[in-house]
């Protein structure tokens, strides 16, 4: 890694000389040290994993019995149940899922109905010869496996796309709520926020196996049938059992050209600490963006992107686009948020 490469930025000048770039001889078949990590919506994810994983579980098992604690929460608006919907206000859904050990992994994409994508993931890995099933065909499989259809739209998120709705354009026929004497209804329109929220999960288990999972509602009000990188294997999630595993959230457009998980693994192989690896996926990410639609006066990505990463000594990192963003580790006690590192600072104009 040339260090040269990350001095573009004030933020990495300043944070490089911290991180380790020793590279490390790899540990093939002897067990590291146990270790989950999450997004930042992952501090219950992280910790049900890891009380699997030191009851001598698979990590495989322990990750994806995490995220379901997210997917069943009507409160997290980025996951299963309760996620904001596609632009139709259908909830869509992709997760994927990889065991390290076989080297198997399985995935879905625009799942409707199901509030569990990873546990679908996980049968398509297990009981298909394929990796990925998506929209109808997907529903179909999982209710022939036994999962129960669902409305998946909540209250609060079906007030959220309403909202989206009404405040989109000045041109269509919807109108916000406002006081029935108001004369200028719809003057001050601020278009509603779009989310990439979504939860990735990674583990490494006392056998010295790695897993991982992502799942995702994906960008709210999206074109319906819009996939993300959560369920593209490579992209969303990676895991090489001999070298370690990735994951992101964020925008899944932006990791889909650059296929960042495969890369940070790829990074970690030839020696580089999770954290370097993660970065190096900011980089590659940052320097592809170039429509001007998608970028600040300053020539930066308008949007964020997320990386977690960790090796099979056990060793993990986090960066993204931006600074700012929290992530969970649990190592055996109790799960923490800690601080990725950031490829810019977010206020560039102090640069
Ligand atoms: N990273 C989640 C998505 O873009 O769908």
Redesign the pocket.
């Known amino acids: 890694m040339k260090r040269r490469t990350f001095l573009q930025t004030s933020t990495m000048a300043s944070l490089i000389p911290l991180i380790s770039q020793k590279s490390f001889s790899l540990p093939i078949g002897s067990p590291g040290k146990p270790i989950s990590i999450a997004s930042g919506n992952g501090l219950q994810a992280t910790a049900k994993a890891m009380e699997i994983i030191l009851k001598g579980g698979d990590a495989l098992d322990g990750v994806i019995a995490g995220v379901n604690i997210v997917e069943d929460d009507p409160n997290d608006n980025s996951v299963g149940y309760g996620g904001l919907p596609n632009e139709d206000g259908v909830v869509e859904l ?1 997760s994927s899922v990889m065991h390290g050990p076989t080297h198997r992994g399985g995935a879905v994409a625009s799942l409707q109905n199901i509030k569990n994508p990873s546990k679908v993931a996980r049968f398509v890995m297990e009981r298909t010869d394929h990796v990925l099933l998506v929209g109808e065909g997907a529903l179909k499989f999982a209710k022939m496996h036994g999962f129960k259809e669902e409305n998946l739209l909540t209250e609060e998120s079906r007030k959220e796309w309403v909202k989206w709705k009404e405040l989109l354009s000045k041109k269509d026929d919807y109108l916000p709520p406002h006081a029935i004497d108001d004369l200028d209804i719809g003057a001050n329109l601020t278009e509603a926020m779009k989310t ?3 939860i990735n999960c990674l583990g490494l288990d006392l056998a010295g196996n790695i897993s991982g999972v ?1 799942t ?4 709210s009000y ?1 074109i319906p049938g ?5 369920p593209i294997i490579g992209a ?1 999630l990676y895991v090489d059992n001999e070298i370690g595993a990735a994951g ?6 932006a ?1 889909l050209l650059d296929c960042s998980s495969f890369l940070i693994v790829e990074s970690m192989r030839r020696g580089m600490s999770p954290t370097n690896a993660c970065l190096v996926a900011c980089e590659r990410v940052a320097t592809h963006t170039k429509e001007k639609r998608l970028l600040t006066k300053e020539g930066r990505p308008t949007f964020n ?1 997320s990386f977690y990463a960790i090796n099979k000594k056990g060793e993990y990192g986090s960066a993204a686009i931006y600074e700012g963003v929290k992530f969970a580790v649990n190592d055996g006690k109790e799960s923490r948020l800690e601080t990725a590192v950031g490829y810019f600072k977010i206020r560039s104009n102090e640069d």
Do not use: A, I, P
């Open positions: 992709d990439y929220g979504t992502t995702t509602s994906g960008l999206k819009r996939v993300g990188d959560s969303g992101s959230t964020g925008r899944g457009e990791n992107v």
